[in-house]
Protein backbone atom coordinates (compact mmCIF):
# COMPACT_ATOMS: atom_id res chain seq x y z
CA UNK A 1 0.00 0.00 0.00
CA UNK A 2 2.82 2.31 0.03
CA UNK A 3 2.77 2.87 -3.75
CA UNK A 4 -0.90 4.73 -2.84
CA UNK A 5 1.42 7.53 -0.97
CA UNK A 6 2.58 9.15 -4.12
CA UNK A 7 -0.59 8.77 -5.96
CA UNK A 8 -2.49 10.29 -3.50
CA UNK A 9 0.13 13.73 -3.15
CA UNK A 10 -0.18 13.76 -6.70
CA UNK A 11 -3.65 13.48 -6.53
CA UNK A 12 -3.73 15.78 -3.83
CA UNK A 13 -1.50 18.35 -5.00
CA UNK A 14 -3.59 18.32 -8.61
CA UNK A 15 -6.83 19.00 -7.11
CA UNK A 16 -5.04 22.03 -5.32
CA UNK A 17 -3.43 23.53 -8.44
CA UNK A 18 -6.82 23.20 -10.17
CA UNK A 19 -8.41 25.06 -7.37
CA UNK A 20 -5.69 27.93 -7.22
CA UNK A 21 -6.16 28.01 -10.93
CA UNK A 22 -9.52 28.32 -11.08
CA UNK A 23 -9.12 31.00 -8.26
CA UNK A 24 -7.33 32.71 -10.71
CA UNK A 25 -9.28 32.50 -13.64
CA UNK A 26 -7.90 29.86 -16.07
CA UNK A 27 -10.86 27.53 -14.24
CA UNK A 28 -12.91 27.36 -17.13
CA UNK A 29 -10.63 26.34 -19.81
CA UNK A 30 -8.62 24.57 -17.57
CA UNK A 31 -12.30 22.80 -16.39
CA UNK A 32 -12.79 22.26 -20.01
CA UNK A 33 -9.63 20.53 -20.56
CA UNK A 34 -9.90 18.53 -17.72
CA UNK A 35 -13.18 17.30 -18.35
CA UNK A 36 -12.20 16.60 -21.80
CA UNK A 37 -9.26 14.46 -20.34
CA UNK A 38 -11.37 12.59 -17.92
CA UNK A 39 -13.61 11.20 -20.78
CA UNK A 40 -10.65 10.29 -23.05
CA UNK A 41 -9.04 8.45 -19.70
CA UNK A 42 -12.41 6.96 -19.23
CA UNK A 43 -13.11 5.48 -22.39
CA UNK A 44 -9.82 4.38 -22.76
CA UNK A 45 -9.93 2.34 -18.87
CA UNK A 46 -13.28 1.17 -20.30
CA UNK A 47 -11.38 0.09 -23.71
CA UNK A 48 -8.67 -1.63 -21.68
CA UNK A 49 -11.50 -3.82 -19.22
CA UNK A 50 -13.53 -4.74 -22.54
CA UNK A 51 -10.20 -6.14 -24.00
CA UNK A 52 -9.46 -7.89 -20.62
CA UNK A 53 -12.55 -9.51 -20.36
CA UNK A 54 -12.34 -10.39 -23.94
CA UNK A 55 -8.71 -12.29 -23.36
CA UNK A 56 -10.01 -13.75 -20.06
CA UNK A 57 -12.94 -15.25 -22.23
CA UNK A 58 -10.86 -16.77 -24.72
CA UNK A 59 -8.90 -17.65 -22.40
CA UNK A 60 -11.02 -19.73 -20.74
CA UNK A 61 -12.35 -20.93 -23.53
CA UNK A 62 -8.64 -22.20 -25.00
CA UNK A 63 -8.80 -24.45 -21.58
CA UNK A 64 -12.27 -25.70 -22.12
CA UNK A 65 -10.82 -27.23 -25.15
CA UNK A 66 -7.95 -27.54 -23.91
CA UNK A 67 -9.43 -30.36 -20.82
CA UNK A 68 -11.84 -32.10 -23.61
CA UNK A 69 -8.80 -32.77 -25.65
CA UNK A 70 -6.97 -34.17 -23.13
CA UNK A 71 -9.79 -36.15 -21.79
CA UNK A 72 -10.37 -37.44 -24.96
CA UNK A 73 -6.73 -38.68 -25.45
CA UNK A 74 -6.88 -40.51 -22.27
CA UNK A 75 -10.28 -42.47 -23.40
CA UNK A 76 -8.71 -43.17 -26.40
CA UNK A 77 -5.87 -44.35 -24.97
CA UNK A 78 -7.56 -46.53 -22.34
CA UNK A 79 -9.95 -47.76 -25.62
CA UNK A 80 -6.03 -48.83 -26.98
CA UNK A 81 -5.22 -50.54 -24.08
CA UNK A 82 -8.54 -52.34 -23.87
CA UNK A 83 -7.65 -53.05 -27.70
CA UNK A 84 -4.67 -54.62 -26.91
CA UNK A 85 -5.24 -56.54 -23.70
CA UNK A 86 -8.17 -58.25 -25.67
CA UNK A 87 -5.67 -59.12 -28.70
CA UNK A 88 -3.27 -60.78 -26.07
CA UNK A 89 -5.92 -62.94 -24.63
CA UNK A 90 -6.78 -63.84 -28.30
CA UNK A 91 -3.21 -64.61 -28.96
CA UNK A 92 -3.04 -66.64 -25.67
CA UNK A 93 -6.20 -68.89 -26.42
CA UNK A 94 -5.08 -69.78 -29.94
CA UNK A 95 -1.78 -70.61 -28.52
CA UNK A 96 -3.94 -72.98 -26.25
CA UNK A 97 -6.06 -74.40 -29.07
CA UNK A 98 -3.34 -75.11 -31.20
CA UNK A 99 -1.76 -77.03 -28.28
CA UNK A 100 -4.51 -78.92 -28.15
CA UNK A 101 -5.37 -79.42 -31.96
CA UNK A 102 -1.21 -80.89 -31.43
CA UNK A 103 -2.09 -82.97 -28.67
CA UNK A 104 -5.13 -84.46 -29.96
CA UNK A 105 -3.52 -85.28 -33.21
CA UNK A 106 -0.56 -87.10 -31.34
CA UNK A 107 -2.90 -89.48 -29.74
CA UNK A 108 -4.73 -90.20 -33.09
CA UNK A 109 -1.49 -91.48 -34.90
CA UNK A 110 0.06 -92.63 -32.08
CA UNK A 111 -3.38 -95.34 -31.68
Sequence with gaps: MAFL???LEGLGSGLLGNAIGGALGNGIGGGAQNAAMNALNSQEENFQL???ASEIQNQEQLQMQSEVFDQMMDERSENMREVDTLRNV???QRKMDDSITKKFI???TEG
Excluded: K
Design 90 to 92: DMA
Design 106 to 108: QSI
Design 50 to 52: GMY
Design 5 to 7: LPV
